[in-house]
Structure formats: C-alpha cells, structure tokens
C-alpha cells in the first residue's frame, strides 16, 4: 500500500517547507506575463510554474477553473500539468469543488481519483452543499489510492457565511458541524492518525471557533496574500495543529513571474517564512 | 437583445412540454446500449440523445460528471453536444454545480456563459455553500447574454439536510434563506417577471415549506423517476407555480435505449404525462 496523502505531504514539508504553489492561469497573469489569454498561452504557463515550483516546493494546487475557460484544450493542458508534476515528484492538489448526489459524485471521483483516472490528483477539493453523506464514493476511491479529500468548511470570503455560520444543531454553525462530522469520519477510516479527508479552511476568520486539531484533518488554507491573510495570520489561525496546515499561494507568487528564477525565489522564500512560522 | 432565458423556456414549454432530457452516460447505461465506456463511446451517445430529443423536448441537460471522467477527450466530446444541440433549437442546461470565491467564479463564468465562451450553455447550474452573493460574476455574465442560472437551494438527496436544513436566522433555515435571497435578486433584476436566477429544488421534499412562487425563478426538479419522484410529486411540490417547473429525467429515460424511436417515444410519453399535470 503506498503512503497515504498525509504521509506524503508530511514527507515534503519535512523536505522543502508546506506551502502549496496555487497554479491559477487568470487571465491578467496571461497578459502580464506576455502570453496569449488561450490554450497555448496555458501551455507556456504551466511549463514556466512547473520549472519554478519542483525542487522549490512539495506541492502545486491548480484550480480547474481557469483551464475550464479554455475548455477541452484547456483541460488537456491541465491533464498536462498534473502529470508532469506528479512525474517530477510534485503532489497535486487539484482545485476543482465538486459535489453533487452520490451517483453522480461516483463519476467525478472516477474523473480525478485512482489510477485510471484521466486527470489523476494526489488530491481534490469539494463543496458540501448536498452533504458530506453523499460523499462516500469520494472517500472509497481516496482510500483505495492513498488521496486527500479537502472539503470546503469555512471558505475566505465574507459572504459564505450566509450558509457556512447557520445553526446547525446542538449549538454548533454548519462549518463547525462539517468539521465535526469530518472529525468522526476520519477517527472511523484511520484511527489514531491525520485521516483522507481534511478541510478547506480561510485563514482569516476564527470565529465562531473551529475545534481544528480535533479534526485529525489536514487542512488547505488558500488565497495566502492576495485573499488578505498572510503567514502570521496562518500561524495565529492553526496554531492548534500547524503541522496540518496547507498553505496555498496564487497571485502573491505569480507577480513575481514570468521569470523562472524570480518566480522560484518568491515561493522559496515564503515557504522558509512558512516553515519557521508552523 | 435576445428573450430571456424565462421566455424561451416558456415558448419551448408551450411547443412540446416542460420536460428536461438528462443526457448522463453513466458507464452502465453506456454497457447496456453497447458502446464502449470510453470518449469513442460518449460521442455515439450523444448522437443517440440528440436524434431522440431534438423536436421530441425543448430542453437537454448533460451532467458535466459523466464528461469528465473521460478527460479532456469527453469535455471534446461534451462541447459538441452542446454546440449540436443548441443549432437545432434545443436549451441546453448544462449541469455543472461550480461555485466558488468571486474571481473564480469570474473564471468559471467565462467557460459556460455568453458569446466566446467554449461550451456556451443557455443556463447552468450552481453551488451555493460559498454564498449567493459571491455570485455576482455569474449573474452578470447571465444577463448580458441572456442565460439562465439555477443556483441549487433544496437537493434531492437526504444528506443535504445537514447543510440544506440549518437554522440561517429569522425563522429560515437555509434553503428557504436561499429562496428568499435569489427573489429579492431576482426582483431586483428583473422586475416583475421571472428573473435569471433559478434554483435547483427536488421534487420529492416538501418539509419545511419553501416560498416558491414568490422567488419569481424558474425551478430545475432533476431525478424524475430514478431518484424517487414521479410526474405526480412534481405536481404537489410546484402546484403553486407549475408553469415554472423544469422537470428533468435521465435515468428512467436512457432505460429505453439505445433504439432512438423507442428513447424519443419514452421522451414524448413523459413530456405529454407531465404537460397534462403542469
């Protein structure tokens, strides 16, 4: 049985740090970078953040989106991406929210989950709207090939607390239920160790309170920089478990490119600033 | 400027009915008609679904999952279902659930709506658990090119209580919030008519009670038939607008493949069941 993605990840972090490389082609950092807003243009980008990104850091998110906007060439430069990346040694965090019924969450999780997959990640992230229940197919297939799950708990943006801080019960907000919820689902699949499923969490707002280390959950912190959080706020939010901690930058790191060495320098010094922090 | 999304789906309801095709290539229905799990496979469904539902419904609804699980050569495959559907006069919804913080939504809004777009849909679907109003990408884009939105508010599945049936303040949990939210946007938008902000509501549930007329949306009622509900519970759940309802079967359909006379008499059958209830 291979290692399992929190195995892994503890592995890289020991090794180059934790900061994870969001690999988000938005459609300025084309332009600022010089290179055409299409399929071709993602190709280029992808080579130049996979040039910087290997032996700089262990991990590299790309968020689906913006390789969905160039549609099937788009996810053929994606499919790219994420198999060259995991064949430099690279894990992969594929940013894609899926969540729907449990029939048609089978056929996502086959998508992006296990050896066969046609975009197989390391991990993916997915949004809970319909129920962490309906997630079962997700968690099979994670478990069969040694992935991560990261479902979106509490998101950094103000206004997903119409939905993330209602009561859900027993005097908890729906984020902080989902958290429990993970906590009891992964005691159940990996006793006694960080389990598959951890969680999306925003590293700027703590409160009402996350009871984060009881999780035994790795934990995705996205938007370091651009999304207004940065190191020691990550710090301050995880300081219950921040050997769990994924910290994801996007835009913060790509301001520093196109050029390969000035782009590898920024992700390797936030990830030395990352490292003596957590 | 071209009719709304509303008024198309009214003309196209008034022609054939109000039914949605759910054109999902789940591996066994793709076993069962012989063709082989795989992108060669996808294309000979989609030639199938098309010849049964063109002239027989006025509306398609592809699952993006079943897509992407065979890779960027099924998103291929998925565009031109989409483009093929639209020249002959068919709405295409394209099911796609994304939902996320507001510049990737941007993104993902670039990649299924509008003029450009590489798989222009005329409406998609969304999930709220970031917010409703991170969403803003989305509806914009929407009304510039008269597109239709169908934000999910109350699920089919069971498990989506745990989120779907949270306590959101005044007295609402969190779908009928949602609801509530998506009629005052859309009365906003689009005052007195129906808006271009829908919602995705199961047809089976009525507990709580939800305010459907007042949202002034149109409601996507998706699984008739395999998840439960029949023409009949779509008529009890939506007899406070029924000439608002967007039925959709997949499932229950495909069964009568692969033979397009016998898919497309299933079609008109449910069409004419559901037009007499509605």
Redo the contacts between chains.
Sequence with gaps: MADSFAERFAAVRAALGPLVFGADP??PVLRDWGLNDDADGLERFTDIVLGAAAGTVGLIKP?S??Y?????????A??RLVETARAEGLLVILDV?????????A??A???LGDGA??QADAITL????????MGEFVDRARLSAAGLFV?VR??????????G????GGL??DQ??LA?IGALNARLAPGVVGPVGAVVGAGRVDPPLDLAAANALLLAP?IGA?GAGPADVAATFAACPDRVLPSASRSLLAAGPDAGALRDAAARLNQELRALL
């Excluded at 949004?127 to 309906?134: H, K, N, R």
């Design positions: 938005h459609g968020q989106a913006f969905e906007r160039h549609g099937w060439q788009g996810i053929r994606l499919a929210k899926r969540g729907d019924v449990g029939s048609t969450n056929a996502y086959a998508a992006y046609p975009l949004s809970p709207y319909l129920g962490l229940g309906a979106v998101s950094s943006n103000p206004e997903g607390r119409a939905v993330q209602a009561a859900a019960g907000t729906v239920r989902l919820d938007g999304q």
